[in-house]
């Protein structure tokens, strides 16, 4: 094992590592729950959803208890003299649960394979580009390819706003107050993303990693966990009486 690594596991319940242990045990209750939830479902679209759905904080757990035994951590030396711990698996996290959640909520809306597959796209680009700025040397190019995956990011809210928001416009009441629930969770946490990452250590330092930390947990958690159970509890995700699951030809 790695120094580093080993550093990491040392931090224990006195440093960071504390929220990486309650982001693994959130994440973990969140899967549990939606699984036992959906253990008796029968409805096929239904069962899409959760499926999907409990992949989304199976993943992220697999991810912070990676990061809390010291795995997916690395140090970035910057031009200024300054090292960056960067914990590059909560990048890897994103990459696979960002467009699950896009996905979801495209089912839900109704739209087609292709408006979905476009916000997937983009949202891949954001969280590249992201990466790109965490692990830069030069503070230029970090600020840059931030600023480039910041624009992807609202490019991407806006086309979920403006293109799923007329999709499900007609659909039915309960599914589009559902998809609201869910827009707005996305507009709130996706937008503190990248400011927490400005002020954090990867930007501008002014937020300690042990208080980095704790905003990148508390926001995963909402935006997986809370996102599956606004989702799941809702009646709009049955087949009978809710927006049509987009088809390959569409």
């Known amino acids: 094992m790695s120094q580093l690594a080993l550093q990491t596991m040392a931090l224990g319940v006195e440093g960071e590592g504390i929220w990486l242990a309650l982001g693994t045990i959130g994440m973990l209750v969140g ?3 939606f699984l036992a939830k959906g253990w008796d479902v029968t409805d096929p679209r239904e069962k899409e959803f959760y499926i999907i759905t409990i ?26 003299g300054r090292v960056v711990d960067v914990y590059w698996a909560r990048y890897a996290d994103w990459l696979f649960t960002t467009p699950l959640l896009l996905l979801d909520i495209g089912l839900l809306a109704g739209a087609s394979n292709r408006d979905i597959g476009a916000l997937v796209g983009l949202d891949a680009f954001m969280i590249v580009t992201g990466l790109g700025a965490t692990l830069m040397k030069v503070e230029i190019a970090r600020f840059t390819f931030w600023t480039i995956s910041t624009i992807a990011m609202i490019f991407l809210l806006y086309y979920l706003v403006a293109v799923f928001g007329q999709v499900v416009a007609d659909a039915d009441e309960e599914t589009v107050s559902t998809f609201n629930a869910l827009r707005n969770i996305i507009l709130v946490t996706w937008i503190i993303y990248p400011v927490a990452w400005l002020v954090g250590t990867e930007g501008l330092n002014l937020v300690s990693l042990y208080g980095e930390t704790l905003i990148f947990m508390v926001l995963d958690l909402v935006a997986k966990v809370g996102f599956g159970f606004v989702l799941l509890r809702s009646r709009a995700i049955a087949g009978e009486g809710s927006a049509p699951t987009p088809s390959a030809a569409d």
Not at 59 to 80: C, D, K, N, R
């Open 31 to 33: 899967m549990v729950y």
């Open 55 to 80: 992949l989304i904080p199976g993943i992220a757990a697999a991810s912070y208890l990676s990061m809390f035994f010291g795995f997916g951590l690395t140090q970035v030396p910057l031009e200024t």
